[in-house]
């Protein structure tokens, strides 16, 4: 979205500190009418920028494009402080300790390959760091989603 303001994304960070804010809340915390508010989630809304009741980012749509899945192959005693150097860098979007090839697996976006190369020098240039293997993302069919194993619990729980 090319029309993205300093008022928009304020918003949208406040969103995300605070998935539960209320619209008047949101509203008193920027400084702004309440109407202004309603009216800027509601077009972040149509231009698919907040997906999921309004407090899910489409990171394509705020100029990230690129999404890349990092394995890192990491000194086991030196776990805890990668793990707390990735917590650093702001194009982290998670980071998981895994079984199997590697030690850790994280989520990066960048808005483009150069963003992308910055970042995983930055990962490389962790003390500990190994070694790191990177995939690309090409498009996301499935967004993260926990709907179905809420409707799975319903289901197997039965009624009251």
């Known amino acids: 979205m090319s029309n993205l303001d300093h008022l928009d994304t304020r918003l949208l960070l406040e969103l995300v500190r605070d998935p539960r804010i209320q619209i008047s809340e949101l509203a008193d915390l920027l400084g702004i009418a309440r109407n202004t508010a309603q009216s800027r989630v509601r077009r972040l809304m149509r231009a698919g920028i907040l997906r999921d009741n309004g407090r899910e980012l489409d990171l394509e749509a705020l100029g990230y494009d690129v999404v890349a899945f990092v394995t890192i192959e990491v000194l086991h005693r030196e776990l805890d402080g990668v793990i707390g150097s990735l917590r650093k860098l702001d194009q982290v979007l998670e980071v998981h300790e895994i079984s199997g090839r590697g030690d850790v697996w994280c989520r990066l976006a960048a808005s483009d390959t150069h963003h992308l190369q910055s970042a995983l020098r930055s990962v490389l240039r962790i003390k500990g ?30 009624t009251p």
């Open 129 to 158: 760091v190994i070694r790191t293997e990177t995939v690309l993302a090409l498009h996301e069919h499935i967004p993260y989603r926990t709907q179905p194993l809420l409707e799975k619990l319903v289901l197997t729980q039965g």
